[in-house]
DNA sequence: CTGCGTGCAAAGTATTTGCAAACCG
DNA sequence: CGGTTTGCAAATACTTTGCACGCAG
């Protein structure tokens, strides 16, 4: 995964803290909150300011590279998300990973939207959370 | 609306500020945060805190009386809503007006969860964010 | 070079909490 | 009367901003 070469697509300078950011999502797998990436961040750089980490994950969610989850406790996480198309994302409760799904039903929900409301959809959201196969998996054992 | 019985029958007392916030909700038709329902309940109280506001926009909302709006800004958001269904809203972007949705795609979500990540589906989110006829009407008349 | 990126310090601001007094049932 | 509910003041804590300096292209 070449994210020196993402980002220099996007005309973001490819910047050492950028890249570690990125970096540190891509192999996180599971989302973060800002202040854990930055957490991260201190153990490769000696100056680095929480700012930054918040200045670069809003930037990089803002081109798409990365995504933000939809979080009742209304904090910022974001994860990688290599997926450039439309998609939702089932987030798994206890391990916090994030799995894309396929399914979408913008097309039935546009046209109930216009047919009962005569309204005009412009964006929507949708988030599934529950249990991953891992996890599962491992509260059996524990059983 | 009878919301003193509503409040009774969840053992909720029935306490004057909590009435006249869920009838401000109620008259409303739109989303308010807590400052906007505070900025109404000034009027119509001598003495009334926002903490109060706070306290009690959460639990109604717990209840299940009122809903709360994801909102892109994190902020709280609630409604009324006398749906007691499970379903989604559609949100008016401009006028903040939000209308019940019935479709909803819970089935497909589940089985594709299930099938593609052998996961388990404890809840799902979704909403649906656009223009009502009044609003585009209206931007109509502009022209 | 030159403008984007960063560090640091500081501000902002929605939301919560603690506790004593008031109040509903 | 007893457990809720409320007001007020204060705290929390996440997130953002300003500005001068540094670095990528």
């Given at each position: 995964?070449?994210?020196?070469?993402?980002?220099?697509?996007?005309?973001?300078?490819a910047?050492?803290?950028?890249?570690?950011?990125?970096?540190?999502?891509?192999?996180?797998?599971?989302?973060?909150?800002?202040?854990?990436?930055?957490?991260?961040?201190?153990?490769?750089?000696r100056?680095?300011?929480?700012?930054?980490?918040?200045?670069?994950?809003?930037?990089?969610a803002?081109?798409?590279?990365?995504?933000?989850?939809?979080?009742?406790?209304?904090k910022?996480?974001?994860?990688?998300?290599?997926?450039?198309?439309?998609?939702?994302?089932?987030?798994?409760?206890s391990?916090?990973?994030?799995?894309?799904?396929s399914?979408?039903?913008?097309e039935?929900?546009?046209?109930?939207?216009?047919?009962?409301?005569?309204?005009?959809v412009?964006?929507?959201?949708?988030?599934?959370?529950g249990?991953?196969?891992?996890?599962?998996?491992?509260?059996?054992?524990?059983?």
């Amino acid at each position: 995964m070449d994210h020196n070469h993402i980002l220099k697509e996007l005309k973001l300078k490819a910047t050492p803290k950028r890249l570690a950011i990125l970096d540190i999502l891509y192999h996180a797998s599971i989302y973060l909150s800002p202040d854990e990436v930055w957490t991260q961040m201190k153990e490769r750089f000696r100056t680095i300011g929480l700012p930054t980490v918040y200045r670069n994950l809003e930037e990089l969610a803002g081109r798409g590279i990365i995504s933000k989850v939809i979080h009742p406790d209304r904090k910022l996480y974001y994860f990688f998300c290599g997926n450039r198309e439309h998609h939702h994302h089932f987030v798994c409760t206890s391990c916090r990973k994030v799995n894309d799904l396929s399914f979408c039903a913008f097309e039935e929900i546009q046209k109930e939207v216009s047919r009962t409301l005569n309204a005009t959809v412009s964006s929507h959201i949708m988030q599934v959370f529950g249990i991953c196969s891992n996890c599962s998996a491992n509260k059996e054992e524990e059983q």
